[in-house]
């Protein structure tokens, strides 16, 4: 896509990001200032924040965590990307802005030599678990009740290939 660039978080962005999350998500499941704030300086976390033209236009937020595959319950506990949320502007969708920091999150778990790429999509989601499913994840649980006691979460996860990089997309 002509002139996306991704770059790393920076406090400046905090107002864009807030109200592209309030953008993307219903009320009551788009994050606090607090709980955004909290993300997004966390000191193992790190922030892709996606730009079209000097216009912000996506985030993601990713942390490292160490956790058994739901894959295969008797696996020992493993490195494993968790994204805490992907965001793209709904006038900048379906043009690879999400693709895009798709891409970085494989890279920064290949860094990391993550095992996989976990995450929690609401299950009336139907258009992130698309996307999801065009990247290769699979659902591995569902959490009843996941978001504010109502809406269910489907467990998803993208196995990589050792810890070198991630299985051709
Ligand atoms: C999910 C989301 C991040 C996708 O971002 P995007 O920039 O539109 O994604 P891309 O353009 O890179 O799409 C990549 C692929 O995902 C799939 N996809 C994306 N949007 C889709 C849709 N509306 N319907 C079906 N498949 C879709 C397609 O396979 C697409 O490839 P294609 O366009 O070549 O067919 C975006 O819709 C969004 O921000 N949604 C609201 C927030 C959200 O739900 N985030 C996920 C929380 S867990």
Request: charged residues 15%.
């Amino acid at each position: 896509m002509e002139a996306l660039a991704l770059r790393a978080y920076a406090p400046a962005d905090f107002e864009a990001l807030h109200a592209l999350d309030q953008a993307c998500f219903p009320p009551g499941i788009a994050y606090s200032r607090a709980e955004l704030r909290s993300f997004l300086e966390h000191p193992s976390s790190s922030t892709a924040v996606a730009r079209l033209r000097s216009t912000v236009v996506g985030f993601a937020i990713v942390r490292p965590v160490r956790r058994r595959t739901m894959a295969l319950p008797l696996a020992p506990v493993c490195a494993m990307m968790h994204v805490l949320t992907i965001d793209v502007d709904p006038g900048a969708r379906r043009q690879g802005v999400g693709g895009a920091l798709m891409r970085w999150i494989f890279e920064r778990a290949a860094q990391a030599r993550s095992q996989a790429v976990v995450l929690e999509v609401a299950s009336d989601n139907s258009v992130a678990q698309s996307f999801y499913q065009s990247f290769g994840f699979v659902v591995t649980g569902t959490v009843p009740g996941y978001y504010n006691g109502v809406t269910d979460a489907l467990q998803l996860e993208r196995q990589l290939r050792g810890a070198a990089g991630p299985i051709g997309s």
